[in-house]
């Protein structure tokens, strides 16, 4: 007998099938933008986290162009050794200055950002308290911290204070968790309460600002400008991805943080610099962030106008079993009560020439349509998405309606 050790990979992929949990890819065609081309046919971009249009933007590209000519297209090394250019320099304090810290660190990608920092700052003997809906990068961060891990449920302080009452004590350090926007609902966290919990537990607060930074607040700072907490002793985290419109990720605090992670972060030590091309475009994104708040302007109008359309086609059609999620952000989010229900809506707004992706477990509890704004839709991208949403409900009210299924709620 030849056992095969890999056939185990079949098996599990034919269990992912049966759930229904299959994911696989689709390849969208042109420049990052409101409208791009998905097999073939033009469609309005309702995925992307490009919140601001400047993935897209032509400062960005030449930025990333001229420092390609003059640095070459790696950086060759990690940070420490061969791999740290002026660049990465003029980078980490545009993050320090935008975000009013002492200083700044740039990671791979903000996923890295997350494990190499939670990782650094706590481990055996320690305890971390992470927000039930945190992304993947902070859990795993803090498993591979090796500290003592406990979720409390979303965004409730009056469960973390209890924890923290019950179980700070045997630990020497404490660290809590927390997306500051919450990447697949678009609420945020209560960081007031937070930022006072973590003072009288003698713990620290660590917020990724991944959809928050360049979105929220007056100069684009994030979330802690946004709730007034500029200033306060925090860490925070996030990425150069999504609004800034290019790779990688970063860390920004005091001195003392950010020289320590320096020395003890794997994540950053081990690992190649930043390419000069992203590093570029994320310093031009950064500029444009600050100098130019009539994106963000921009940004809020479109969000206020699609959520004021979308309450009102679901108060329009009180039979259809879909819910608009509380959202304080560009992320806006229908739930549905099934992932079957989610699937044929994306696929109808699909057909429409909307490009909206359906979320489904295990990446959240419920399934639901996600939908992001961006500062670069326009009023008419807006309707045409609320006219095929509204097409999609009348033509599969059938598969969308309550009273015609039994209520799994
Ligand atoms: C996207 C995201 C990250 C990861 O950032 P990347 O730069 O894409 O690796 C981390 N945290 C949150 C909350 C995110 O949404």
Known sequence: MTADPYSWMEDALATIHRAGWYRSMQTLHGRSG???????QPVINFASNDYLGLAGDDRLIQAAIAATQEYGTGSTGSRLVSGHRDLHQQLERAIATLKQTEDALVFSSGYLANLGTVSALVGKRDLILSDQYNHSSLKNGAILSGATVLTYPHCDVAQLRQRLEQHRDRYRRCLLLTDSVFSMDGDLCPLSELLALATSFDAMLLVDEAHATGVLGATGAGCVEHFGCTGSPLIQVGTLSKALGSLGGYVAGSATLIDYLRNRSVGWIYTTGLSPADT??????????????????????????????????LADNPDVDLTLLPSESPILCLQAASPAIALHLGAALRQAGIFAPAIR?????????????????????????????????????????????????
């Open 361 to 409: 477990p295990p990446t959240v509890p419920t399934s639901r349509l996600r939908l992001t704004l961006m500062a670069t839709h326009d009023r008419t991208h807006i309707q045409q998405f609320i006219a095929a949403l509204n097409q999609a409900m009348q033509v599969h009210t059938q598969t969308i309606s309550t009273n015609l299924r039994p209520r799994t709620r």
């Open 34 to 40: 409101a409208v791009m081309t998905l097999d073939g």
């Open 280 to 313: 570029a475009a994320a310093l031009t994104g950064v500029a444009i962030a600050r100098q130019e708040p009539q994106r963000r302007t921009q940004l809020w109008q479109n969000v206020a106008a699609l959520k004021q359309a979308l309450t009102q086609q």
